[in-house]
C-alpha cells in the first residue's frame, strides 16, 4: 500500500532484491568473481527488472532478458560486458517489450534458458524448466525468481549434474519477508528508512540461507530439500513448545 497509507519503503524491489542476496552467498560460497559471472534473466516485470538493477549494482554482468515479446542478448554476447540495465528499462517504459533494445540481438522464446551463462534466474511462471528443455540448460546456478519455474523431473536432473538451485520458498521470499516489515512498522506506528529495510532484508536472507546452506551439507542433499527439512522442524518444534506433541 501506499508510504502515506502504511506501507514500506522498498517493498517495490524487495523480491528481486532478495534473488541478488540469495546469489551473493552462493557465490561467495564459490569463490566466484562477481564481475565474470554472467546472468540471464527470463522474464522482465517487477522482480527480474528489479533483480537485473540489483544485480548490476553489486558488480555482475546481466547479459540477456526476456519478456512476453521475446528475449534479448547483449551484442558482445555472453562473454560481453553486459546490457546497460538502465537503458534497457527505459526503452521498456517507452516501448513495452525488451525487443530491440539497443545494443541487443534477438533471442527466440524460450532460448534465454538455455544460453551458456553462469547464472540463470527464471522470474515468470512456473514450470518453463521441464523434462522437455532441462537437458540444454547450461547455468551452473539457478535463482528461482518465479513460484516453480522448474518441475520436478527437471529438478532431479539438474540437481544430478551438480546444478545449484536456490529454491522459490527462499529465493522470492523477499517480497513477503517486507511485507512482514510493513505489518510490523505498523504496530510501532513508525516508518522505517529504506536502508533499514533493505539491511533487515539482507540480514533476513543472508541468514536464512545459511541456515539451509549448512542443513543441506550436514544431511548431503539438495538446497531445496534443506529448505523443507528446516521449515517442518521449526513447525515441529514450536508445536512440542506449546504442548500440541
Request: aromatic residues 4%.
Amino acid at each position: 500500500k501506499p508510504i502515506e497509507l502504511g506501507g514500506s519503503r522498498g517493498r517495490t524491489e524487495a523480491t528481486g532484491t532478495g534473488c541478488i542476496v540469495c546469489l551473493d552467498q552462493v557465490v561467495n560460497a564459490q569463490g566466484r568473481d562477481r564481475a565474470h559471472t554472467s546472468i540471464a534473466i527470463q522474464g522482465f516485470g517487477n522482480v527480474g527488472r528489479w533483480a537485473a538493477v540489483e544485480a548490476v549494482a553489486r558488480g555482475y554482468r546481466v547479459v540477456a532478458v526476456s519478456d512476453v515479446s521475446g528475449g534479448v542478448v547483449s551484442s558482445a554476447g555472453p562473454n560481453g560486458p553486459g546490457l546497460d540495465v538502465e537503458a534497457l528499462i527505459t526503452h521498456v517504459d517507452a516501448s513495452g517489450s525488451v525487443a530491440d533494445a539497443p545494443g541487443t540481438d534477438r533471442l527466440e522464446p524460450g532460448e534465454i534458458l538455455m544460453l551458456d551463462v553462469d547464472v540463470l534466474i527464471p522470474a515468470a511462471i512456473g514450470g518453463v524448466i521441464n523434462p522437455g528443455n532441462v537437458d540444454q540448460v547450461r547455468a551452473e546456478i539457478i535463482i528461482e525468481g518465479a513460484n516453480g519455474p522448474i518441475t520436478p523431473r527437471a529438478d532431479d536432473a539438474l540437481a544430478a549434474r551438480g546444478v545449484v538451485i536456490v529454491p522459490d520458498i527462499l529465493a522470492n521470499a523477499g517480497g513477503v519477508t517486507v511485507s512482514y516489515f510493513e505489518w510490523v512498522q505498523n504496530l510501532q506506528r513508525f516508518t522505517w528508512s529504506r536502508q533499514r529495510v533493505m539491511g533487515e532484508l539482507e540480514s533476513t536472507l543472508t541468514a536464512g540461507y545459511r541456515t539451509i546452506a549448512s542443513r543441506a551439507k550436514e544431511l548431503d542433499v539438495t538446497l531445496r530439500q534443506a529448505a523443507f527439512v528446516v521449515g517442518l522442524e521449526r513447525v515441529r518444534d514450536a508445536s512440542a513448545l506449546r504442548g500440541l506433541l
